[in-house]
């Protein structure tokens, strides 16, 4: 059982229908819950247009929901400037508090609306304390909340919470966002403008064998997510004990709040057992609960210096680009060339460190042309060999 009483679930609503099953599962289990509203011209993810904002906003005061506005959009000028239009017409009153990334939006609040409380995000920066206390003395009273990074782990957030005089704040279930650019890198590709649209799609690690990687390409730039959400819901009783007592759910993807909602708001209540058994198990994408128990983060430097994708020596050949499972993989030359000769035998060794000695039967050139050799630079296509990821190191045996 959690010790909830001073648990808030804090999270996203989009639309009529999650604010209607927040309302009912409020109701029902008398949780502390705190509403986050924003829309398409000022939220990263955001697909609410303002006049829909405005109605969740005023039908979540009728049921005493707090409800807090998320201005977290890293802007460059034209943009920005938009954005403060948009922020200046908007009835700031009806919030609890504003939601802020970027640090002009943070000025602008500041500056022309004091008396609007702040809740500063800070999660892709100011990791260390003199950061964070240099936020906290520059906004004063006006900062109510600092929300952290889930980069950092359960030594350093119970280490920061003791000294931090403010409420603070964590993920504990959704999407762990690896990169942005305020640049369009995905309807290039697709030839065709997003306008106020969201293109999605999934792409391949070129560093590692991984693939799956959610990517969003909408107004504000491009996203990519982890193949694995973040999932600490079974820490809140641990959170709770560090005076973490603000945890965030995000449920904004992939309808995870028409599946999940239910049972995940259910975990606040201390009813564990049943929730998170249907969370765990039905959940499509892989949970990690990524820093938070690791306090050595030096061993991940291991993985991303994979010295088996980084090997060259003299018998070295190339690396596998491509593969087509049963049917042949794309190697890239990246020595001085390569002979068929016959017999010959190639070493292969996977990422994982799995090798697989072949005897290279045909080469053929990127058309389909039989070759006898190869010249650095070249793409060649080779047979297919079952266990070989992109990224594999080719040597000859």
């Known amino acids: 059982m959690h010790n909830t009483k001073s648990i808030k679930l804090v999270t996203y609503i989009e639309n009529m229908g999650e604010l209607e099953k927040i309302i009912k599962l409020k109701k029902a289990d008398s949780i502390l819950i705190e509403m986050i509203v924003g829309a398409m011209e000022l ?18 005061r009728k049921n005493n929901i707090e409800v807090v506005l998320e201005w977290d959009a890293l802007n460059q000028e034209e943009k920005f400037s938009q954005a403060c239009a948009v922020i200046d017409r908007l009835p700031l009153h009806d919030f609890k508090a504003i939601r802020l990334q970027d640090p002009g939006a943070v000025e602008y609040i500041k500056n022309k609306y004091p008396w609007l409380k702040i809740q500063l995000i800070l999660e892709n920066g100011n990791h260390n304390l003199v950061g964070l206390n ?39 279930f959704g999407r762990i966002l690896l990169f942005y650019s305020a640049r ?20 391949t690690s070129e560093e590692s064998p991984h693939s799956g990687f959610p990517l ?18 079974d820490h809140l009783d641990e959170l709770s004990s560090m005076r973490i007592n603000h945890c965030r759910v995000d449920l904004r ?3 995870s709040f028409e599946k999940y909602a239910e049972n995940i708001i259910r975990l606040f209540t201390g009813s564990i057992l049943e929730s998170e058994l249907f969370v765990r198990k039905s959940y499509p994408r892989p949970l990690v609960k990524g820093f938070y128990n690791i306090n050595k983060t030096d061993v991940l430097f291991t993985k991303l210096k994979n010295k088996r994708t980084q090997r060259l020596d003299e018998f070295y050949i190339g690396e596998i680009v491509d593969v087509e499972r049963d049917q042949q993989m794309a190697l890239l030359i990246k020595s001085n060339g390569l002979d068929v000769a016959p017999e010959v035998e190639i070493k292969m060794i996977t990422p994982e460190g799995k090798e697989k000695i072949v005897k290279l039967s045909w080469m053929k050139s990127s058309v389909g042309e039989s070759l006898a050799k190869a010249l650095k630079d070249d793409l060649v296509l080779i047979p297919y060999t079952s266990g070989v990821s992109v990224k594999t190191q080719v040597y000859l045996n």
Request: with cysteine; aromatic share 10%.
């Open 43 to 60: 939220s990263r993810y955001s697909k609410t247009s303002i006049a829909e904002m405005l109605e969740l906003t005023q039908e979540a």
């Open 134 to 172: 240099r936020w906290c003395e520059y906004l004063g009273e006006q900062c109510e909340r600092l929300v952290l990074s889930n980069e950092l782990s359960k030594e350093k957030l119970s280490e920061y919470a003791k000294v931090l005089k403010i409420p603070l704040e964590v993920l504990v």
């Open 184 to 203: 369009n890198l995905l309807s290039p590709l697709e030839k065709k403008s997003i306008e106020d649209g969201t293109i999605e799609a999934f792409g």
């Open 216 to 233: 969003i390409e909408n107004r504000h730039g491009t996203f990519m997510f982890n193949v694995k959400d973040l999932y600490l819901l």
């Open 253 to 255: 993807f992939d309808e």
